[in-house]
Structures are given as structure tokens and as C-alpha cells.
């Protein structure tokens, strides 16, 4: 685990010492959740009680949150924030609650608190109530950006960045495997074979003739993506796609050779980056990777393309145990004796492929076995 990530409780800790209010600010899967998770086991562990109550803002409205009148007959009706506030702001409770509020910062909710994260700390609402902060009651914020935070917000809370590179993606493929053997004892054997395929594809991939290099960094560097993501939102893509994949052989309960998990590995971790990117980029991954899989011993889990074509065009056959590399090609269309063009899907590559990710995805969630972790 990172020492940069580590130092990020402790700021926490610091920061919740001398501030009532207070911004946990990151991308998607850097883990904030886990760090403000942490320090709350660790705090109660130690005698000192801690306990956290979330809430998503943006799920619900404006007067949702707060509170409203009603303009007919005047009545008022609290709000989920409101109701939470009130009920966990009371000193004659004996631990520490953290209301967190979990999701996009707006000027549109956020500077109604402004007078509870200065030193006021009051929360003033729509019906004129007045409802105090005591000394056992804090509030946090995770959000992705201050972007739409409005000045006044911002000087009112302390802030603690953490960045993607903090956690970084390899503990999360370490929390993956080492969930694997919960499903059955042959899972750690999986592990065995798995592990040593990430540290030296992805992890230290050697160039030919090279110093060992970053293969996230090459891509990151490399690779233009049609819409942006972090390392973490990759790696958790491949641990899924993976995980799916591996489906099949964890309700069988038996074991693939090496060569096979190799293959069913180089797809997972192809369409876990070239997932969102163009053909012609998918190509110049493609070409990387397979100079990393021959540099590492591995020429044989390449399947032999035809001509243009890339791994993105074949699948591992998931009735063989040895996983044989098929071409991907969609259903031959027969047209209906009634048409109705609006209602027609005529299948192409692309849609046969995105339904059999979306497929064994979906099957795999339904099983409710351990996917890669989605915790921020």
C-alpha cells in the first residue's frame, strides 16, 4: 500500500481535530470512501466511537433535502438532510457521527451550508429553524471537483486532495486476488498463476532490450481515449471483465492451464483498456502488447489474426477448457416476414460484441460474486 495514501488518514485526522467541516476531493476510485472508512475503525477501535451516515444530494431535490412548505396549507415537511441533522446532532449520544454527503458539489444545495461550515455552525432552515452543531457531529464532503463550488463555500472547509496516483492501481488487483480463493479453494491456485501476469504485463512490462517500464504509463502517454479515465477505472474494467470471464470454470470448480488463463487474462486486460478507445488506436495498443506478451514468453496466448485484424476481433471459446481463440463474427440476419423499420437490429460486429461483454457481466453481478472494488 502507498505511504502517500497513508498520509492522506492521517491529514484527516489532523484536519477533523481542529474543523467541523471538511472536503475529501479526488477522482472516481482514488479512495476517499476507504480513508474516511479507516479512520472511522480506527478511531472507534481506540475507544473513541465513530460512525458514519451518508447521503447522495444530488438524488434528491432541493427541497427534498431541506425541507418545504407547503403553499396551500402552510405545513411544513423536513427534509432528509434536516432529519439526519437533527436526529444525530444531540450531545447526549456517545459516539461521533460523520454526515457525509456523497456526490457532485452545486451552488444549487451547497450554500444553504454555508452558515453551518463557518463558525457559526447552524443550520438555518426555509421554516426559520435554527438547529446548532454540537461537538459530536461533523460533516463531510466527497466530491470529484470544487468546479461549481462557489468561493464562499470553499474558504469555509478545509480541504484534502487525494490524487489517483495516491492509492494507484496495484492494490486493487492485490484486494482482487485476494478475494479469489473466498469462492473455492482452487482459487488460490488461480491466484498463483494470475499474479505473476499482472506484475509482468502491466506492472514492469520490459521493452525489447529496455529498462522495465509502467505499461499505464505507456498508455497514458500513448493513447488517445474517446472519453477520459484514471488507472483505477481501467484496472477495475479488466478485474471485471475477467472476473466474468473466470465465471464458468469458479461454478464448474476446476482449473484452467496456464496457456488458457493467459489467453482469457490478454483479453480481459485488452478490452479493459481498448475499451474506449477507436480502431486505429486499439491497433497501436494491440502492437504494444504483443511485443510486452513476446518480450515476457507469452507468444503463444496471441491468437494468429488474419490480416488487419486484431484481438479485438477474437474470443476465447468459453465451451473449451483450453480457451482456443475464435474469430468474432456477428449472426447471420434473416429479415422478418413483417418489417417494421423502426424495430429492426441487424447484428454487426460491435453490437455482437458489446452484448457479449454486457452478457457475461450481467450474469456475473446477478451471482453476486466478488467483482473488483467500486469503493472511492
Not at 278 to 283: G, H, L
Not at 296 to 324: H, M, Q, S
Request: hydrophobic share 40%.
Amino acid at each position: 500500500m502507498c505511504d502517500t495514501w497513508f498520509l492522506k488518514v492521517i491529514q484527516l485526522y489532523e484536519t477533523s481535530l481542529v474543523r467541523h467541516g471538511f472536503m475529501l476531493v479526488g477522482p472516481t476510485l482514488c479512495g476517499k470512501t476507504e480513508i474516511a472508512s479507516i479512520l472511522t475503525t480506527c478511531m472507534t477501535e481506540d475507544g473513541n466511537p465513530h460512525r458514519e451516515q451518508r447521503m447522495n444530494p444530488k438524488a434528491i431535490t432541493d427541497s427534498q433535502m431541506y425541507g418545504f412548505k407547503d403553499p396551500v396549507t402552510e405545513e411544513w415537511t423536513p427534509g432528509v438532510f434536516a432529519s439526519i441533522w437533527q436526529k444525530y446532532n444531540n450531545r447526549a449520544r456517545k459516539d461521533t457521527t460523520c454526515i457525509v454527503c456523497d456526490g457532485p458539489v452545486d451552488a444549487i444545495w451547497i450554500e444553504n451550508l454555508n452558515t453551518l461550515l463557518d463558525d457559526n455552525k447552524i443550520l438555518t432552515l426555509a421554516n426559520n429553524d435554527r438547529i446548532p452543531m454540537t461537538d459530536n457531529c461533523k460533516i463531510v464532503f466527497e466530491v470529484q471537483d470544487l468546479r461549481n463550488a462557489s468561493p464562499a463555500t470553499v474558504s469555509r472547509a478545509c480541504i484534502i486532495y487525494v490524487s489517483a496516483s495516491d492509492l494507484g492501481w496495484y492494490p486493487l488487483v492485490q484486494s482482487w486476488l485476494l478475494r479469489r480463493p473466498e469462492l473455492s479453494i482452487l482459487r488460490q491456485q488461480e491466484v498463483e498463476i494470475l499474479r505473476p501476469m499482472f506484475d509482468k504485463w502491466l506492472k514492469n512490462p520490459p521493452p525489447n532490450g529496455g529498462a522495465a517500464i509502467d505499461f499505464f504509463d505507456w498508455n497514458m502517454r500513448n493513447i488517445k481515449k474517446v472519453m477520459p479515465a484514471n488507472d483505477s477505472i481501467i484496472i477495475c474494467n479488466v478485474l471485471n471483465i475477467l472476473a466474468s470471464s473466470l465465471k464458468g470454470a469458479v461454478d464448474e470448480n476446476y482449473i484452467l492451464s496456464e496457456e488458457a488463463y493467459q489467453k482469457v487474462c490478454l483479453w480481459s486486460v485488452m478490452w479493459g483498456f481498448g475499451g474506449l478507445l477507436e480502431p486505429e488506436e486499439r491497433k497501436k495498443l494491440w502492437d504494444k502488447f504483443c511485443e510486452v506478451l513476446d518480450a515476457n514468453g507469452c507468444k503463444n496466448a496471441i491468437p494468429k489474426c488474419a490480416d488487419d485484424l486484431t484481438v479485438f476481433e477474437y474470443v476465447p471459446d468459453w465451451t473449451d477448457k483450453a480457451r482456443p481463440w475464435k474469430q468474432w463474427l456477428p449472426k447471420e440476419w434473416k429479415p422478418p416476414r413483417k418489417i417494421q423499420f423502426s424495430a429492426l437490429l441487424i447484428p454487426t460486429m460491435d453490437s455482437c460484441r458489446a452484448d457479449h461483454l454486457m452478457t457475461i457481466i450481467a450474469e456475473h453481478v446477478q451471482t453476486r460474486t466478488p467483482l473488483a472494488s467500486n469503493r472511492r
